[in-house]
């Protein structure tokens, strides 16, 4: 009797020992006091003091500050519902995340701090501690090469599996569903624009595309690719292709109708063993045998998927246009090409990478138009743009801002000096639509695509439409995510508020655009400090004179030289 | 083996030290050394060489004589003919790459740092002279810890909320709204920034902005917004101890020896 009660007492201290050491080790925190210095010094002020992604710069941030405590992170090398990697961590903080305000920090963190810190933000989530196995990572074997049979085949599973209603037709992240996402914390998040591949968080690599697919972006609206998340999950490539066909028709035979829920209930069990391992439930060597060939062929598509989305996007994103890359429009004789011509197609455009504007109120902080790009032709009269800028969406003033009780709506103007300044000392007017020295705005709008105002500013609030108006041509057009802007104009006009045009002169060009579905409104835009353009001056015809008569000289002076020697030794 | 000639060693000398100069020393040992510096030194590599040369009638005569040979030589007819179309051949392209070459933008021949005006003000009320101005906080330091601290503090929370789509988390100019705007945002790591200036002059340049700049060294074209319509006085000061808190460089000042 009494031994038993001994036992129990014993069972119930050492039980409580246990208990308590279980609770300590869940909060003394792995992390040494370094990684929580280095977080709270350089982290935190968007990340906030508990890792809630709250610091103080967060509120004027989109995409927000990833939240730590719910370990959902975006860009991981793991399958979908898994945690990332320690590795995964790192490579965020010395990469950062392009197209976000998260910066690398490969340059200010020692790698020693900077695992501290992978260390110290995974405290933030209990999950890290809790799950004994590693994360399952996805698997890289069997990647299908690049040729342009895959980025056919992607092609045709973009449509196929859905891609296009956020992404868009041709991938702009234009789709009908684009401007309704919100993330997981209630924040509005944008579909990925696939043709600025410079903007992808995790990279643009075929590997880093891959990813997102098997694994998904956590915390985001984008899929894993699994389960019902995946087109016709279960099935085999001709499977899912005679089901399509099936479902096509407008009456199915009897045989069809049983073909069909022969399909239906392959899909059912695959769906419900993705379930299963998701929740951790073992499954049976048939069942993981069943879920891998199910996996397989979702494999296999990602890989035509992500060769096609490679095939979006120029390899890196273009030089921006200064220094040598500066806009030179090119002289043509006779009529300037109109905006559908092809004979725009023989330029290279020139690209103009913008930037929100943080200077005065109400401000940008979370641009959506991320660069506009442009071509020119002049003759000897007339000088012509085309200018070509992605947006999600097409906003034509149908809404009102509350705050201005002005109409949201996509807009453009691009701005030069009035006079160009004389000499490399001479000041530019003021980057933000001139101060002191006034400027010459041509403002487009997205609801009169066939207009454009000419303007004189004196500032960013202080701008007048001038008087006298009619000096363009425009044409202005939406498709796919992207508007193009054609543009003509006399080189020389009458009006001495309008900007005078040489050949030969370097001219100072900026731009400001607006995204009404992005809040753009007044100074809440996107701007450019001052670039330069010029129309490039006809090629001299000296260079047809000079070298020919260079060369001949030179030989003359070959043979005089010859004779003279031949004659001092004779 | 057959001796090289005088005229061949000499060629190789020259072409030698080019290559030596032009990828060698500048680009592997050190940045790429400018044109014309490479043209000061072949200058004085093709003197020494004619120096070398002239001293002896014979060296000369030995430099000159496969010049004679190959123009007059008629067992070198080839080679004369080789030579008589490639150096015409290689003028003819030089000089129609000079005629052609495309005009570039001007650059921009920026002071690197403005000079200040005589008064320090915030709106238009007078702070002080420049020189005289310091920043309020600052003392703190020493005497106030606690209080320096939470200045500090308050100067990091205004840094994030406005400074860094610029000057960037790393405060070296290097933000994601930076590699775009032309001149860069200033680089706070530069050690040639925050110990050269005083507070007032950082107050003034955050307080002014871009359009702030003196009419002399222009065009400066800067970016910079005129803070003191959105930040208090306090919140300026704060500012400017959190940029060197961070960056861990001290401010010039001008203390007791004056």
Redesign the interface.
């Given at each position: 009797m009494v031994n038993r009660n001994v036992v129990t007492l014993l069972m119930l201290v050492f039980g409580l020992l246990c208990a308590v050491m279980l609770v300590h080790a869940q909060n003394a925190p792995e992390a040494s006091e370094r990684g929580k210095e280095v977080y709270e010094q350089s982290c935190a002020h968007c990340h906030g003091t508990e890792g809630r992604g709250d610091g103080s710069a967060a509120e004027n941030l989109l995409p927000k500050p990833r939240d730590f405590t719910r370990g959902l992170y975006k860009i991981r090398s793991t399958e979908s519902g898994q945690l990332p990697t320690d590795q995964d961590l790192f490579d965020i903080i010395t990469i950062g995340m392009p197209g976000s305000s998260m910066p690398g920090w490969e340059t200010s963190l020692s790698a020693d701090e900077r695992w501290e810190v992978v260390a110290y933000i995974k405290t933030f989530y209990n999950g890290f501690k809790e799950s004994e196995a590693p994360p399952r990572q996805i698997s890289l074997e069997g990647k299908i090469a690049y040729s342009e049979q895959s980025v056919e085949t992607g092609k045709e599973l973009y449509v196929e599996l859905g891609c296009v209603e956020c992404h868009g037709n041709v991938g702009r992240g234009d789709g009908t569903s684009a401007p309704t996402l919100t993330d997981e914390w209630g924040f509005q998040t944008w579909p990925a624009n696939l043709a600025q591949s410079w903007n992808f968080r995790g990279g643009a690599d075929t590997e880093a595309i891959f990813k997102r697919f098997i694994g998904g972006i956590a915390g985001s609206p984008m899929p894993a690719f699994e389960g019902d998340s995946f087109l016709h999950f279960g099935l085999s490539v001709e499977e899912s292709k005679r089901l399509t066909e099936l479902e096509n028709k407008d009456e199915m035979t009897e045989v069809e109708e049983t073909e069909s829920e022969k399909f239906y209930e392959k899909m059912d069990v695959a769906v419900d063993l993705a379930l299963n391992r998701a929740e951790g439930i073992e499954l049976t060597a048939a069942e993981q045998q069943t879920y891998d060939d199910a996996m397989k062929v979702v494999y296999e598509k990602s890989w035509h998927l992500a060769n096609y989305v490679k095939s979006l996007a120029p390899e890196e994103r273009p030089e921006p246009a200064i220094g040598k890359n500066v806009l030179r429009s090119q002289y043509v004789q006779g009529e300037l090409p109109g905006m559908e011509d092809t004979a725009w197609e023989v330029l290279q455009s020139r690209h103009f990478p913008l930037v929100g504007q943080v200077v005065i109120e109400p401000r940008q902080f979370n641009p959506t138009i991320d660069s506009v790009n442009i071509k020119s032709f002049y003759n000897d009269t007339e000088v012509a743009f085309l200018f070509m800028w992605d947006d999600r969406t097409h906003t034509t003033g149908d809404e009102i801002d509350e705050s201005t009780g002005k109409p949201l709506e996509d807009a453009l103007a691009i701005q030069f000096p009035v006079k160009v300044p004389q000499g490399p000392t001479a000041p530019k007017p003021y980057f933000l639509w001139g101060g002191r020295l006034p400027v010459y705005l041509w403002h487009w709008k997205a609801s009169a695509p066939e207009q454009v105002v000419e303007i004189t500013a004196k500032g960013i609030n202080n701008a007048e439409v001038q008087a006298a108006q009619g000096a363009l041509q425009a044409q202005g057009a939406y498709t796919d995510g992207q508007y193009k802007l054609w543009v003509k104009r006399a080189l020389k006009t009458d009006d001495k508020k309008d900007l005078q045009l040489e050949p030969g002169v370097f001219v100072p060009i900026a731009f400001s655009a607006w995204d009404g579905a992005n809040g753009d409104v007044d100074t809440k835009r996107v701007v450019s400090s001052w670039y330069t353009f010029v129309l490039e001056p006809v090629p001299s015809s000296r260079r047809f004179v000079y070298p020919p008569l260079i060369a001949v000289l030179s030989l003359g002076l070959l043979f005089g030289l010859r004779a003279v020697v031949q004659r001092r030794n004779s | 083996m057959k001796r090289l000639s005088l005229f061949t060693i000499c060629l190789i000398i020259l072409i030698g030290s080019w290559v030596v100069l032009r990828f060698a020393i500048g680009g592997i040992v050190s940045v790429p050394i400018p044109g014309s510096v490479i043209a000061m030194y072949m200058g004085l590599i093709i003197i020494a060489v004619l120096v070398h040369i002239s001293v002896e009638d014979s060296l000369f005569r030995e430099f000159l004589r496969p010049i004679?040979e190959t123009?007059?030589d008629n067992n070198l007819r080839v080679r004369r003919r080789v030579?008589?179309v490639l150096?015409?051949?290689f003028?003819?392209?030089y000089?129609?790459s000079i005629?052609?070459q495309?005009?570039?933008?001007?650059?921009?021949?920026r002071d690197a740092h403005p000079s200040p005006p005589l008064e320090l003000t915030y709106k238009d009320e007078v702070i002080g002279t420049m020189q005289d101005v310091v920043n309020p906080f600052r003392h703190y330091e020493k005497d106030d810890p606690e209080a320096f601290k939470a200045h500090v503090e308050n100067g990091?929370?205004v840094y994030?909320?406005?400074c860094?789509?610029?000057h960037?988390?790393?405060l070296?100019g290097?933000?994601?709204?930076a590699?775009?705007?032309?001149p860069l945002p200033a680089n706070f790591q530069d050690p040639g920034i925050i110990p050269n200036f005083q507070e007032s002059f950082f107050f003034w340049r955050i307080a002014k902005?871009?359009?702030g700049l003196p009419?002399a060294g222009?065009?400066?074209?800067s970016?910079m917004?005129?803070w003191e319509n959105?930040l208090t006085k306090d919140e300026i000061w704060d500012v400017i101890l959190f940029l060197s808190d961070?960056t861990g460089y001290q401010p010039r000042t001008f203390g007791e020896a004056h």
């Open positions: - | 004679h123009l007059v030579i008589a150096i015409p051949l003028l003819l392209g000089t129609h005629i052609a495309r005009a570039n933008p001007p650059g921009s021949p990091r929370r994030y909320d406005n860094f789509y610029c960037g988390d790393h070296d290097q933000a994601h709204f590699p775009y705007l032309q902005g871009g359009p009419a222009t065009p400066w074209d970016a917004p005129i959105y961070y």
